[in-house]
Nanobody, 121 residues
């Protein structure tokens, strides 16, 4: 069984910062790309940032220069440092990872349950 568990969400004022974490646990052989998505109320889920196994990163235009994605391969964890937060960043943030499980060989995408980020004064 593989699980992704997010943490670090909360309420922050505009201009503030938060760091999200996502830990992958379970029978894991290897992890490929890891990503953060978000879904605001009434909107579709969108890609925020992704990072490859070799730490190549990609960002949505709306967060470039404000958010930084990183990963700790030894801890199977991905982070999202969010600075200069804006009200429009308010959303549920989801972790996604491409994981090779132990046992029968199969790469699959896994999702976390999400963590709420609210930017408001």
């Amino acid at each position: 069984q593989v699980q992704l568990v997010e943490s670090g969400g909360g309420l922050v004022e505009p201009g503030g910062s938060l760091t999200l974490s996502c830990a992958a646990t379970g029978s894991i052989r290897s992890i490929g790309s890891m990503s953060w998505y978000r879904q605001a109320l009434g909107k579709e889920r969108e890609l925020v940032a992704s990072i490859s196994m070799s730490s190549t990163t990609n960002y949505a235009d709306s967060v470039k220069g404000r958010f930084t994605i990183s990963r700790d391969n030894g801890q199977n964890t991905v982070f999202l440092q969010m600075n200069s937060l804006k009200p429009e960043d308010t959303a549920v943030y989801y972790c996604n990872a491409f994981i090779l499980r132990l046992g029968p060989v199969s790469w699959l995408y896994y999702w976390g349950r999400g963590t709420q980020v609210t930017v408001s004064s």
